[in-house]
């Protein structure tokens, strides 16, 4: 889904992506998408704020029932107040899915690190996915359930199905640092913001509901250091920060679709000029049109696959479930 796409195509495309997950936004968004009188409620927002994530979210957190029909969406939208405007404008859809952190490990594996790894998130939200140290892992394969543990008792495990030959990690990463630069980074010791994070899972979803928990948990034990700014601007002084600290790894998820065309480019150009300088190693994970130069070094997508692409070093190497639940690697 483009964030500055179409609005009427944002909202196909997400009720194609829901579909497996959601019943309730799939209907919702395929509602929204035939419905001129909403399509025209929301094209009084700025583009990046008609996102079905965020309108969706916001109606929830007014007291629209979901799972519950279209139509009580509709009333809510078009009877509004002013509050379910005013919080997709205040808010963001920053959903930090801990679940990525199982298709992204293996990405970390392949950088064969000699000695501790300084993680950099872009876009870290509230900084969940600072920790995949933290977690135990069980990678569904054809040959097996191939299991990933740390030590101690009552560790939240991910899983994940793979297929493909994923370079699956036989021992977690030694964490030295862990950073990242965010236009709105939350806090995780806010009850207020952890629970629009939680309003943000999609409302069948009670199981990634209860793994956000957990991880919230995880990042209060030891809560990250997160900066507010500019991402274009203030990552390179960040990477020579961490340097100190261990091999520099630069990674998001689901970030770089927020930004126009024109600073997709300009990200991409910078991390390949830092990758080139030895100043880090770099794990993308994006929806195949928002970093071109990363997809096009990897077979097309099929359309049936609704996904990200997994990238190390600008390179496309797997495709991966937005939510973490499956890792297609490439051979």
């Known amino acids: 889904m483009e964030v500055h796409g179409d609005t009427r195509r944002q909202y196909v495309e997400f009720a194609a992506d829901a579909v497996p997950d959601s019943p309730c936004f799939a209907e919702w968004a395929r509602g929204v998408a035939d419905d001129p009188e909403v399509l025209a409620w929301l094209e009084r927002l700025p583009v990046p704020k008609r996102q079905p994530n965020l309108v969706f979210a916001a109606a929830r957190w007014h007291d629209v029932p979901a799972p519950g029909p279209y139509a009580g969406l509709r009333r809510a939208l078009l009877a509004d107040d002013g509050g379910i405007e005013a919080t997709i404008r205040g808010r963001a859809t920053q959903t930090n899915e801990v679940g990525r952190l199982a298709t992204l490990l293996p990405a970390f594996d392949l950088l064969e690190a000699t000695g501790p790894i300084a993680l950099v998130e872009v876009g870290p939200s509230a900084g969940l996915c600072l920790y995949p140290d933290r977690y135990d892992y069980a990678w569904a394969t054809d040959a097996g359930t191939v299991r990933l543990r740390g030590p101690g008792a009552g560790r939240p ?13 036989t021992a977690l990463p030694e964490v030295a640092h862990r950073t990242g630069v965010d236009l709105n ?16 899972v999609w409302p069948e979803d009670d ?42 790894v630069v990674f998001h998820s689901a970030v770089i679709a927020y930004l126009d065309d024109d600073d997709r480019a300009r990200f991409a150009s910078m991390m390949t000029g830092l990758v080139a300088e030895g100043r880090c190693r770099w794990v993308s994970n994006e929806a195949p049109r928002v970093l071109p130069g990363v997809t096009g070094l990897g077979p097309a997508m099929p359309p049936d696959v609704r996904g990200f692409v997994l990238g190390v070093d600008g390179r496309a190497v797997a495709w991966t479930h937005g939510h973490g639940r499956w890792l297609r690697w490439l051979a």
């Open 157 to 169: 495990e991910l899983t994940c199905r793979v297929d493909g030959p994923a370079p699956l990690p």
């Open 185 to 200: 980074p939350l806090d995780v010791t806010d009850p207020d913001q952890m629970a629009w994070l939680a309003n943000l």
């Open 207 to 248: 199981g990634r509901r209860a793994q956000l928990v957990r991880a919230v948990g995880v990042a209060r034990a030891d809560p990250p250091r997160l900066l507010r700014g500019d991402l274009l601007t203030e990552l390179p002084a960040l990477v020579d920060a961490a340097a100190a600290y261990g091999t520099v």
